[in-house]
């Protein structure tokens, strides 16, 4: 459904993505990982032409979206902001709806809708009202995944939706998102530095390492086979703190 | 004090005409320059110097200006129009720059987000950018606000009525009360619609129906009630309604309640007083036929307009002379000299006057080089001065600037041994002190003199015939006194005016 072919972003001398070439299916969940820099957000933001590539392109549907209007295009695909970007002047409410507005839905429609999408990220209808400002973090990112979901797009691009949650919300939202998932059928990039993060929802995992894609396969492929050190060392990682925590835990039982 | 409020809702209306209009054009100026510059930032600095130099020119200055300005463009250069520009252009900078500041120091983070949900470039700005700057833009328009309705008060010398008059006239006349009014008028209106634009941010953000529309209903009447008395007031102008200027001090508001006294007595017409008129301001208003008669001084025009050396010439001689300059270049007719003189003079004590036995300047002479002499602002500046030093071979101890009012209680106090006056300046009565004889002419003759524009002399014999009733009736002693009852004992200049027309009937003549 998506193809990104060569896609490059460079500023100046500096090339942040580089030739990056992947696909993800109907249906499927593409994670993105990598270190602070490697490029993901950068990748992402190409896709609904935040930001436009220096060369390559990207396909959706077989359709250059270099070619569409770019409004359109964002208006169809959700994102999710590393920084979550609820406008602080509107409601929650109206946060969730901005797209539909645009779109131009009346508003009782829209106001179904949005109580429709508040039960789906599990929060109250009574939360439409209140201002961003006097939500927590947890409760605006799930109105941001919300936001991005309202017009019902096929796909969807999260730039790292979880990042600045405590491990426990953390977890919860995971489990929300896959089940909403499910539930709409989704296609999604998802970009994550966290490891288990990367394993517990994607399909595939694409590993970046400054601007380039040095692998991508299954969970699976990629902690069986990876493909250099920088993959095998990432994928250690969460054996690694395993085996800590398991020695911290023996060394006090003793 | 009750005369002075029944005047307040004409100053007042006026006053509020000139700020909500200046300030509406300001910020439909500076609102949509701020959206503009914060997109193309590379007019960000060209633009923001602009206005900032526009708002070093100290304010009084820049309404000046606007006068010749104007005329230079062949417009109305007197009244609400100089007023209501220059406010506007004072308006601009608090409005532009907190636009400007409002909208490039947005979280670039909500911008990004805005175009992630599909938003095109003018949703971006009217849906994100906009709301999100509004407190700062908000901010900006308190700004214009407090300092329009302060500025508008400076209106009055360029002939645009506002609160100001109170403090002119009150500031000339020694009338604290009047002073007290204006100051506290202006005050009060101020902390008003600064107040209306806070709640207007208020009802913006808190984003509640109810308050909006009250502030938005009060602004809308504000605005109704000066658009309307405005509109009225241009039709009011009607074609035979006589105006009356009077320039900035004490002599000149009761000369111009004197003339209008009987010009409504005598003929009937309706008369309309424009006083605190700047100095050079007068002349160019009675030219382009914004006022229709004043009082001016013959030696004014001899010197400043018509350019001539003021030593040695003499007092008949100059009227006559200025009288036919007026006639052929201007059209403008004098119709004659009040009576008296008020002219630069210098004078000190009479004690001091009698010991040195000083009675003429050349009497001065051998005495300046102990004596000190106090000149008010412009006098050591003006070619009086220079002609009187040369003349004589004038050379004092020392030369000494100062507020007129200080330099007529140091002269008195013996502070300072001569000072320059106005020979009809009621303090040269009241502090006892003596005109000093200027035996060799060297300033030239300042006869008070009643000019009449253009258009009164071609329409309104009847009214130019009433003035001429007044020519000879008022000598230098008595404006002294006249001018001594304002200044000293507190009385109106419109009542000490009603007083000498009461003494003086027009059947007399
Ligand atoms: N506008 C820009 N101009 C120059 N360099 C940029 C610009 N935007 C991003 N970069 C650089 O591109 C590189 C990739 O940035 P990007 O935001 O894609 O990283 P990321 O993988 O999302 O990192 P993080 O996990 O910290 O969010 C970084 O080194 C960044 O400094
Ligand atoms: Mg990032």
């Known amino acids: ?254 | 004090m009750s005369e002075q409020l029944a005047l307040l809702p004409a100053y007042l209306t006026a006053h509020l005409q000139l700020t909500l209009f200046a300030l509406l054009a300001g910020s439909a100026f500076s609102i949509p320059a701020g959206i503009v510059i914060a997109r193309a930032r590379r007019l960000e600095r060209p633009v923001l110097a602009v206005a900032s130099v526009i708002q070093t020119i100290p304010s009084l200055a820049l309404l000046a200006i606007m006068v010749p300005a104007l005329a230079a463009l062949g417009m109305r250069s007197i009244g609400f129009l100089p007023a209501f520009i220059g406010l506007t252009l004072y308006s601009v900078l608090p409005i532009l720059r907190n636009t400007v500041t409002g909208l490039s120091g947005l979280d670039p983070a909500m911008i990004e987000a805005a175009r992630g949900v599909g938003m095109t470039r003018n949703q971006q700005l009217w849906r994100v950018e906009i709301p999100l700057a509004m407190p700062v833009i908000l901010a900006g328009l308190r700004t214009s606000t407090v300092w329009t309705v302060g500025i508008a008060t400076l209106s009055t010398p360029v002939g645009a009525t506002s609160l100001g008059n109170y403090i002119f006239a009150g500031l000339q006349t020694r009338n604290l009360n009047a002073v007290l009014v204006g100051c506290i008028a202006s005050a009060v209106l101020a902390l008003v619609l600064d107040g209306l634009v806070r709640a207007l941010g208020g009802a913006l953000l808190s984003r509640r129906r109810a308050p909006l529309i009250a502030v938005l209903a009060s602004l809308a009447m504000l605005y109704a009630y000066s658009g309307v008395t405005f509109v009225r007031g241009l039709r009011g102008a009607s074609a035979d309604r006589v105006v009356v200027g009077a320039k900035t001090f004490t002599e000149q508001y009761i000369l111009s309640d004197i003339m209008a006294g009987r010009i409504g007595a005598a003929t009937g017409a309706s008369v309309e007083v424009v006083s605190s008129l700047g100095s050079t301001v007068a002349f160019d208003a009675l030219l382009s036929g914004e006022i229709d008669v004043y009082v001016e001084y013959s030696g004014t025009i001899w010197a400043t307009i018509m350019k001539r050396a003021s030593a040695g010439v003499d007092r008949a001689g100059v009227l006559e002379e200025v009288g036919r300059f007026l006639a052929d270049e201007h059209g403008v007719e004098l119709v004659g000299g009040l009576g008296f003189e008020n002219a630069y003079a210098l004078a000190m004590t009479r004690r001091q006057a009698e010991s040195l036995r000083v009675g003429r300047i050349s009497d001065l002479v051998p005495h300046a080089p102990r004596l000190s002499i106090g000149g008010d602002y412009e006098f050591f500046d003006r070619a009086e001065w220079a002609s009187v030093r040369d003349s004589y071979g004038l050379a004092f101890a020392e030369k000494r600037t100062m507020d007129p009012s200080l330099m007529y209680q140091a002269v008195a106090s013996n502070q300072i041994d001569v000072i320059s006056a106005f020979s009809t300046d009621g303090r040269i009565v009241a502090l006892d002190l003596v005109v000093i004889e200027d035996d060799r002419r060297a300033i030239p003759p300042y006869d008070a003199v009643i000019l009449v524009g253009p258009r009164l002399r071609r329409e309104r014999p009847d009214v130019v015939a009433a003035l001429k009733t007044l020519t000879g009736t008022i000598g230098a002693d008595q404006m002294r006194r006249m001018n001594l009852a304002v200044d000293q004992d507190g009385a109106t200049p419109a009542a000490v005016a009603q007083e000498f027309l009461r003494s003086r009937p027009i059947s007399e003549r």
């Open chain 1, 1 to 254: 459904m998506i193809e990104t072919q060569g896609l490059t972003k460079q500023y100046g001398q500096s090339t942040v993505v580089d030739h990056l070439s992947l696909s993800v299916a109907e249906g499927e969940l593409l994670v993105l990982l990598g270190a602070s820099g490697s490029g993901k957000t950068t990748t992402l933001k190409m896709v609904n032409r935040l930001i436009e590539p220096t060369s390559g392109r990207v396909l959706i549907d077989g359709e250059d979206a270099g070619t569409l209007d770019p409004h359109e295009l964002r208006r169809k695909i959700g994102y999710v902001f590393q920084r979550i970007g609820l406008f602080p002047h509107m409601t929650v409410g109206e946060n969730v709806a901005v797209t539909l507005t645009l779109l131009g839905w009346d508003s009782t429609r829209a106001a179904a809708r949005v109580a429709e999408l508040l039960e789906l990220v599990e929060l109250d209808a009574s939360f439409a009202h209140r201002q961003p400002s006097e939500l927590s973090g947890g409760q605006q990112q799930r109105i941001g995944v919300a936001r991005a979901l309202a017009a019902s797009p096929r796909l969807m691009l999260l730039d790292e939706p979880f990042g600045a949650l405590d491990p426990l919300t953390r977890d919860r939202l995971q489990q929300s998102f896959l089940r909403i998932r499910r539930q709409l059928k989704l296609t999604a990039i998802f970009v994550t530095h966290d490891m288990v993060e990367a394993l517990v929802i994607g399909d595939r995992i694409g590993v970046m390492h400054d601007g380039r894609l040095v692998q991508i396969g299954t969970p699976a492929e990629l902690l069986q086979f990876p493909a250099d050190d920088y993959v095998r060392q990432l994928m250690n990682t969460p054996k690694r703190q395993a085996a800590l925590v398991d020695g911290f835990l023996e060394a006090r039982a003793k």
